[in-house]
Each structure stands twice: as structure tokens, then as C-alpha cells.
């Protein structure tokens, strides 16, 4: 079975600072890995995904994700951040043996203050 | 661009009622599944779905629940009789194709409340 913990349920950060959501996970079997963001009133969306290759993984909105197999982590940053970005973000995993489900983090609201 | 979409986005029932949610899966896409979040908690897998069967299920996706593709459009959730912990968003995603790799994209939610 597969497990994904989010360390911080909420962060609070300044419109342009830089910003990190921690994103650790368990499994006995190799993992994709991902990171949805659901903005006010909608569905979860795709921010960005690592499946393999290059661990640094960035999103066309200024988001990267590293994936660190020692670790088991797969944090997500973003060098400044904007109004813009205020939501609630979840890391997901789904493992090849584990068939196609998504297995999901607690979620991390962030706030970006003006 | 396409999107899933759910209704209703707000239902309230009483205990030992049946509810059907209902959702519009992205037209081209194969799987289809649902998901649930109580307030606070993980958001946690229910069952995926493909070629009018399920294909797996969680511990959670018990007798009380059922899924249907009704028609060319629709995919819905079931519960037969509510009970109080059936409180939470339920969320319809769907993907092309199966694999793990795939991308689900979701909809909206609807938030489900037993009195």
C-alpha cells in the first residue's frame, strides 16, 4: 500500500516569496508521483507530474517539484509567488502495481498575503 | 477545454435516504472513477470504472454503493441508504486511458450532507 503525508496543512506567504510544500511518501513499489491544486469553487487540477527521468519536474505557472528517491520526497516550490496562487494543493501518488488510483496527501492551503 | 463536470454541487438528505450523484466525464476519455474527502481528512479513493465494469474498488466502496454509465454522457455514484459518516465532497475524475501514468482530471465536487 502506498501512503503520502503533507507535513504543513497550512502556509501562510508573502506575494513574492518564495514558497515550499513538503510532500513525503511510502510504498513498497515504484511511484508516479504528483501535485494537484484546487483554486476556490473547482476541481482538482493537474499542476505537474514526474514519471521518470530528469527529478526536477516545472510547471508552465513557475512551479518545480524534485523527486528524491532516497527521501522519498517529492517537494514543491516556487521562487515567488502571486495573489494568484492562494489554494489548496495535494501531492498523489499511483504505483504500477497498485493499479490506477491516485493516493492522496492531507492537502496544504497556502495563503499569499498582499 | 473539456472539462468534468458534477451535480448537484450541494446535496442534503436525511439518513437512510438514496442519493445519486451524477457527473459528465471528459467526452473521449475510457476511466472513469470517484473519489471522496470528509472535511479534514484525506481525499480517499472509492472505485474507477471501465467498459461498464469496475475495476477495483476500496474497502470503503461497500453494498451500499453502486456506480453506473447510464448512457453515452453520464457516470454516476449511488449510495442506497445514507448514513451520517456518508458526509463529505465527492469528486468525479476521469482519464483516458488507465494507466497509472495517466492524468486524471476532476471535477468539481459535490458536497453530500445527511442529516
Known amino acids: 500500500a502506498q501512503s503520502v503525508t503533507q507535513l504543513d496543512s497550512q502556509v501562510p506567504v508573502f506575494e513574492e516569496a518564495p514558497v515550499e510544500l513538503r510532500c513525503n511518501y511510502s510504498?513498497?513499489?515504484?511511484?508516479?508521483l504528483f501535485w494537484y491544486v484546487q483554486y476556490p469553487n473547482q476541481g482538482l487540477q493537474l499542476l505537474l507530474k514526474?514519471?521518470?527521468?530528469?527529478?526536477l519536474v516545472e510547471s508552465i505557472n513557475g512551479f518545480e517539484a524534485e523527486f528524491n528517491k532516497s527521501q522519498t520526497s517529492f517537494h514543491l516550490r516556487k521562487p515567488s509567488v502571486h495573489i494568484s496562487d492562494t489554494a489548496e494543493y495535494f501531492c498523489?501518488?499511483?504505483?504500477?502495481?497498485?493499479?490506477?488510483?491516485?493516493?492522496f496527501g492531507g492537502g496544504t492551503r497556502v495563503l499569499v498575503k498582499p | 477545454e473539456p472539462e468534468v463536470t458534477q451535480t448537484p454541487s450541494h446535496q442534503v438528505t436525511q439518513m437512510g435516504q438514496e442519493v445519486i450523484l451524477r457527473c459528465v466525464p471528459i467526452?473521449?476519455?475510457?476511466?472513469f472513477y470517484w473519489y471522496r474527502q470528509i472535511l479534514g481528512q484525506k481525499v480517499e479513493f472509492l472505485v474507477s470504472?471501465?467498459?461498464?465494469?469496475?475495476?477495483?474498488k476500496s474497502e470503503i466502496f461497500d453494498d451500499q454503493f453502486s456506480v453506473e454509465r447510464p448512457d453515452g454522457s453520464n457516470f454516476t455514484l449511488k449510495i442506497r441508504s445514507t448514513k451520517l459518516e456518508d458526509s463529505a465532497m465527492y469528486f468525479c475524475?476521469?482519464?483516458?486511458?488507465?494507466?497509472?501514468?495517466?492524468?486524471?482530471?476532476f471535477g468539481p465536487g459535490t458536497r453530500l450532507t445527511v442529516l
Open positions: 510504498s513498497s513499489v515504484s511511484v508516479y
Open positions: 470504472f471501465y467498459n461498464n465494469e469496475i475495476s477495483e
Open positions: 467526452s473521449n476519455h475510457l476511466y
Open positions: 475524475a476521469s482519464s483516458a486511458l488507465g494507466a497509472s501514468t495517466d492524468t486524471q482530471y
Open positions: 514526474y514519471l521518470s527521468g530528469s527529478t
Open positions: 498523489a501518488v499511483s504505483a504500477l502495481a497498485a493499479g490506477n488510483k491516485l493516493t
